[in-house]
């Protein structure tokens, strides 16, 4: 029988070797070193899954050992599908508040969408006003009104439900994880076959202004973007670049938060 698992792979940009532990909020599972140039990975049975709205425990933390840096990513791998994610470790700079803004493809038919959070700290209270009509812990929260949740170092909280949850906002006052992403979708909607998408996403204060990107030769087909605002009455313009190196298109349109 297949069996669904996550795999966490770590990395060093540094030129000599970094000690480092992965652990849960209640134990240390793995005690190893990274090494320049080189890639340790390390592999979770689906109990460690986040699958339900009441688990709190179900944190994975990976921490180098002093002020030395890691590259830290993850890889969900289920039958017939597969996605990763780049871990981003905690936010460094000091704010009141912080906030983040989900982003998601529309799952397709009965999959579900999720919001994954981790608290970094004690006495993390978080401000949740979901996009849709969902249920936040035990309180049913109607789309645009908000609900409050504590967690605590290393707790563990998810959200989730049927529909695209994009624009659902979170007000925290300590830095949280916060991963977004849904079981199955199409993209474009109407092409099969379904595929797994996550990403963790950094709060407003950390998002830039000006993004650059370019398609994959051998796609026969153009890509698709989905792009959220942080902030009321932000324009976006997007100018492609013809590949004779002349401008082609540019549009313009302003969007509200989320």
């Known amino acids: 029988d297949y069996i669904p698992t996550f795999t966490v792979f770590v990395t060093t940009p540094e030129d000599n070797p970094v000690s480092f532990t992965i652990s849960s909020q209640f134990e240390e599972f793995y005690e190893g070193v990274a090494m320049p140039n080189n890639v340790t990975s390390f592999h979770f049975e689906q109990s460690f899954a986040l699958v339900n709205t009441i688990d709190r425990g179900k944190a994975i933390i990976v921490k180098a050992e002093g002020d030395h840096k890691l ?79 504590t967690l605590h170092k290393y707790e563990s909280f ?40 996550v990403e963790q996403i950094p709060p407003v204060q950390n998002w830039g202004k000006r993004f650059a990107t370019v398609p994959l030769k051998t796609r026969q087909v153009y890509d698709r973007f989905k792009i959220v605002a942080g902030e009321d009455f932000t324009t976006v313009q ?21």
């Open 71 to 149: 590259v830290v990513y993850g890889a969900n791998e289920a039958l017939y599908t597969t996605d990763a994610f780049l871990a981003l470790p905690s936010v460094s700079v000091e704010s009141e508040t912080y906030k983040y803004i989900t982003a998601m493809a529309t799952p397709w038919g009965r999959f579900a969408s999720f919001i994954g959070i981790v608290a970094f700290e004690d006495n993390t209270i978080m401000s949740i006003t979901p996009s849709i009509n969902t249920t936040i812990g035990s309180t049913f929260t109607a789309a645009g009104t908000t609900t409050q949740i």
């Open 158 to 197: 998810l959200i989730r439900q049927k529909g695209d949850l994009t624009g659902t906002r979170v007000i925290s006052d300590k830095p949280i994880s916060f991963t977004t992403g849904h079981q199955c979708t199409n993209v474009p909607p109407d092409v099969i076959a379904c595929d797994h998408l």
């Open 238 to 258: 997007i100018e492609c670049t013809q590949s004779d190196g002349q401008s082609g298109n540019l549009t313009s349109f302003i969007l509200q938060e989320g």
